[in-house]
């Protein structure tokens, strides 16, 4: 009986699996293309050229890795744990999302911490998904422009993400609602981005503190536990 259970719980974990894969799919698909497009313009120069494909096969990497972890679902291999430098791979999500900032008119200011390098413990790839689904959201939010702010911290026991945002905001009521399955105010949203980063973020046991004001915009600040390297001298 108990098995049983256990067996649809897992049914319905892939079939809402399966809807969430195909959105996370499409995030890759459309750097890729951005980045196709940008490799056609006249006069590129190589570093550029060669800048761009890096990044495209990086991006088509993550979509291989997403469809790993769908097929990897029905097994109990333990997740990928790793040191992860912050600082690089909010570097990273700023090359990503810059195309898509630049298509909105939407400014992008990056800030690195500066000494000690932010560094936590999880799956490089899950970070960089829970990441670019907050930065997409952000753009998004911002249709007629603005400024996307990425600000890491290093505190003595805490990594922090800062995502900061001048767009739309959200009203208490909708704050409410972030992050739940299939709740979205998008024509062509799924209302599974927000969910996926929250899991992610929880996973890896990170704080998760959302400040929105309608009209003004929203501030996402991630805490992570700060990775302590020992020294062995
Ligand atoms: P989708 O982007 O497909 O709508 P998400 O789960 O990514 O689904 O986001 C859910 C909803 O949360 C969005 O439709 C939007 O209304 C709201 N939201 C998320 N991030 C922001 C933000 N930075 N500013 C304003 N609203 C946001
Ligand atoms: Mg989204």
């Known amino acids: 009986m108990q098995e049983e259970v256990v067996k649809s719980e897992k049914m319905r974990l892939v079939s809402d699996m399966a809807a969430s894969v195909a959105h996370e799919i499409r995030n890759p698909l459309t750097a890729v293309r951005g980045f196709i497009h940008l ?127 001048t767009g739309s905001g959200m009203s208490a009521d909708q704050l409410k609602r972030l992050g739940t399955p299939y709740y979205s105010t998008k024509e062509k949203g799924t209302g599974l981005g927000t969910m996926i980063s929250f899991s992610i973020i929880k996973k890896m046991h990170g704080k998760i503190d959302v400040r929105s004001e309608v009209g003004k915009g929203t501030r996402f600040m991630l805490d992570f536990p700060q990775h302590k390297v020992v020294s062995v001298i």
Request: proline share 4%; with cysteine.
């Open 39 to 165: 490799l056609g313009s006249p006069g590129i120069q190589p570093e550029k050229k060669e800048f761009y494909k890096n990044i495209c096969f990086s991006e088509l990497d993550r979509a291989e890795h997403i469809i790993a972890d769908y097929l990897s679902l029905a097994r109990t291999d333990p997740e990928l744990l790793e040191a992860i430098d912050v600082n690089v791979e909010v570097e990273y999500l700023s090359n990503i999302l810059l195309t898509y900032a630049n298509f909105n008119n939407v400014h992008l200011s990056v800030q690195l911490s500066k000494g000690e390098a932010p560094v936590t413990m999880g799956d490089r790839y899950k970070f960089r998904q829970a990441l670019i689904n907050i930065g997409k959201n952000a753009i998004e939010a911002m249709p007629n422009g603005g400024t996307l702010e990425l600000v890491t911290e290093c505190r003595n026991d805490t990594a922090t993400v800062i995502i900061r945002d």
